[in-house]
């Protein structure tokens, strides 16, 4: 079945730019009609969802963080990734990404990535 | 800040029925859309528990249900057991400019 890792530096500075990876084994990530999300969760806090791609490349993000972030997706290399932009201590948190289920208005997220730490700090 | 509500904390005796409720408004739940509710284990990510208001994946014990009615939804855990102990979240589509899928705040549920 498809599983998701997620990668990258565990260390951003203020100010700088957060980029993760996230590797799809055990299916294509162009193949079937599905998104692909990255979700975040502070130490302790709930889950924010941060935004979506399709393997086209359509995306849609959260208004909230929508000025930061950027996803991108290598389909040659099974991959997406997430860049967010100027960081701050607010931004540290334990990053996942996870695959799309349903469609539109109707998605929930299965399954997630194991999540990884990033901790904005100078 | 979520826009859907949950209880911080419920417990229960093992073997016992707790509930969890998820509170929304006229622009996510109340609207009509679906919710749907993830398990989170201490120290682990989120694993999808109910989809599409009441429905289970493969895997996933009948002892869980989930139900929705006007601008709430419900997470019932039937034969509670120790293993049950986690943290539960909801999670809907909100049209408004909300963040377009939106969680609730989180649910503790302790076994005594």
């Known amino acids: 079945q498809v599983q998701l890792q997620e990668s990258g530096p565990g260390l951003v500075k203020p100010s700088q730019t957060l980029s993760l990876t996230c590797t799809v084994s055990g299916g294509s990530i162009s193949s079937g009609s599905y998104y692909w999300s990255w979700i975040r969760q502070p130490a302790g806090k709930g889950l924010e969802w941060i935004g979506h791609i399709y393997n086209s490349g359509s995306t849609n993000y959260n208004p909230s963080l929508k000025s930061r972030v950027t996803i991108s997706v290598d389909t040659s290399k099974n991959q997406f990734s997430l860049k967010l932009s100027s960081v701050t201590a607010a931004d540290t948190a334990v990053y996942y990404c996870?695959?799309?289920?349903?469609?539109?208005?109707?998605?929930?997220?299965?399954?997630w990535g194991q999540g990884t730490l990033v901790t904005v700090s100078s | 800040q979520s826009v859907l509500t949950q209880p911080p904390s419920v417990s229960g005796a093992p073997g016992q029925r707790v509930t969890i409720s998820c509170t929304g408004s006229?622009?996510?739940?109340?609207?009509?859309?679906?919710v749907h509710w993830y398990q989170q284990l201490p120290g682990t990510a989120p694993k999808l528990l109910i989809y599409g208001n009441r429905n289970r994946p493969s895997g996933v014990p009948d002892r869980f249900s989930g139900s929705k009615s006007g601008t709430s939804a419900s997470l019932a855990i039937s034969g509670l057991q120790a293993e049950d102990e986690a943290d539960y979240y909801c999670q809907s589509y909100d049209s408004n400019l909300s963040g377009f899928y939106v969680f609730g705040t989180g649910t503790k549920v302790t076994v005594l």
């Open positions: 006229s622009s996510n739940i109340g609207a009509g859309y679906d």
């Open positions: 996870a695959r799309d289920r349903g469609g539109g208005d109707l998605i929930w997220f299965d399954p």
